[in-house]
């Protein structure tokens, strides 16, 4: 029977093959979920012959994985900021640029929100992260897609929040009242257009729910509409802070100056490309 290590190397091969970018760090992650190891643990068995029974977990999900499926949905999980997320076809696979965004915001105010609104929940990861750091906080959690409203309160019962987050159903803004207001307000809402999603890769396009991914023929339609409505639901002293698309910084900065709000950050991500702005009340 082969080796564990012999395995690796063959499901790295045929991952490459399949255009996999990651192809042995997926391998080694498909293999410790099949076999319930943690990757330190795979390294310490290289030369140990696998059963028939493990190769028969081992396989179809390294076959998934060279269909271009994401390996999060294969194991069914993501970390996100120190919480474990469920993840599926409901909703984006939430990013380490949406991870570093919270990180941005974090250090930026002076006081701890008392109330918070994630705008597109998706999984619930910015909801859920934020209500871990904000305690006392209320969040509000929106999305139109009342599938990935499931998802996020299933990952809210995990994560020992549900009593935290309150999930609403609405097209961003549609469901608050004029009264509510919101020290502060987050957004990663669709910023691609149709034809940049139809030139992502399968992962993406094949796996990832579209109404999540693409704002139509304008890639910053959404993110227009969330600048020009947020500043009515903003506190006084109140910050927005959205995740955007990496060439749509000058006219959102424009926008944003036009409506009135004080202070504008245009921050880059970690590959040094524009991707938040953040606009204080």
Same mark, same amino acid.
């Given at each position: 029977?082969?080796?564990?290590?012999?395995?690796?190397?063959?499901?790295?091969?045929?991952?490459?093959?399949?255009?996999?970018?990651?192809?042995?760090?997926?391998?080694?992650?498909?293999?410790? /979920?099949?076999?319930?190891?943690?990757?330190?643990?795979? =390294?310490?068995?290289?030369?140990?012959?696998?059963?028939?029974? %493990?190769? $028969?977990?081992?396989?179809?999900? @390294?076959?998934?994985?060279?269909?271009?499926?994401?390996? !999060? /949905?294969?194991?069914?999980?993501?970390?996100?900021?120190?919480?474990?997320?469920?993840?599926?076809?409901?909703?984006?696979?939430?990013?380490?640029?949406?991870? =570093?965004?919270?990180?941005?915001?974090?250090?930026?105010?002076? @006081?701890?929100?008392?109330?918070?609104?994630?705008?597109?929940?998706?999984?619930?990861?910015? &909801?859920?992260?934020?209500?871990?750091? =904000?305690?006392?906080?209320? @969040?509000?959690? @929106?999305?139109?897609?009342?599938? +990935?409203? #499931?998802?996020?309160?299933? *990952?809210?019962?995990?994560?020992?929040?549900?009593?935290?987050?309150?999930?609403?159903?609405?097209?961003?803004?549609?469901?608050? #009242?004029?009264?509510? !207001?919101?020290?502060?307000?987050? +957004?990663?809402?669709?910023?691609?257009?149709?034809?940049?999603?139809?030139?992502?890769?399968? %992962?993406?396009?094949?796996?990832?729910?579209?109404?999540?991914?693409?704002?139509?023929? *304008?890639?910053?339609?959404?993110?227009?509409?969330?600048?020009?409505? +947020?500043?009515? /639901?903003?506190?006084?002293?109140?910050?927005?802070?959205?995740?955007?698309?990496?060439?749509?910084?000058?006219?959102?900065? $424009?926008? &944003?100056?036009?409506?009135?709000? %004080?202070?504008?950050?245009?921050?880059?991500?970690?590959?040094?490309?524009?991707?938040?702005?953040?606009?204080?009340?």
């Amino acid at each position: 029977m082969p080796t564990l290590l012999e395995i690796i190397k063959r499901s790295t091969d045929f991952l490459e093959k399949r255009g996999v970018a990651s192809a042995r760090l997926d391998a080694e992650l498909l293999l410790g /979920h099949a076999l319930g190891l943690k990757r330190m643990q795979l =390294y310490l068995q290289f030369e140990r012959a696998l059963s028939e029974t %493990e190769l $028969e977990k081992v396989r179809p999900l @390294v076959i998934r994985r060279g269909n271009r499926e994401p390996l !999060q /949905h294969i194991v069914g999980e993501t970390e996100f900021l120190n919480l474990k997320l469920k993840v599926d076809k409901r909703a984006l696979i939430p990013r380490p640029e949406t991870e =570093y965004l919270i990180e941005l915001i974090t250090p930026r105010l002076a @006081v701890a929100p008392a109330r918070i609104l994630d705008l597109g929940t998706g999984s619930g990861a910015i &909801a859920l992260a934020l209500a871990k750091i =904000y305690p006392q906080a209320a @969040v509000t959690a @929106v999305d139109q897609s009342e599938t +990935a409203l #499931t998802l996020a309160r299933e *990952n809210a019962a995990a994560c020992g929040l549900s009593g935290r987050v309150s999930f609403i159903l609405a097209d961003w803004f549609s469901g608050l #009242t004029a009264q509510d !207001q919101f020290q502060l307000i987050v +957004a990663n809402p669709p910023y691609l257009t149709d034809e940049e999603t139809q030139a992502s890769e399968p %992962e993406v396009k094949d796996f990832e729910p579209a109404m999540a991914l693409s704002a139509g023929k *304008n890639g910053a339609a959404a993110l227009e509409k969330i600048i020009r409505s +947020a500043r009515t /639901h903003l506190a006084s002293g109140g910050l927005l802070a959205c995740e955007t698309g990496i060439t749509q910084h000058a006219e959102l900065q $424009e926008l &944003a100056a036009t409506l009135g709000y %004080e202070r504008l950050e245009s921050l880059q991500d970690l590959t040094g490309r524009d991707r938040y702005l953040l606009a204080f009340r």
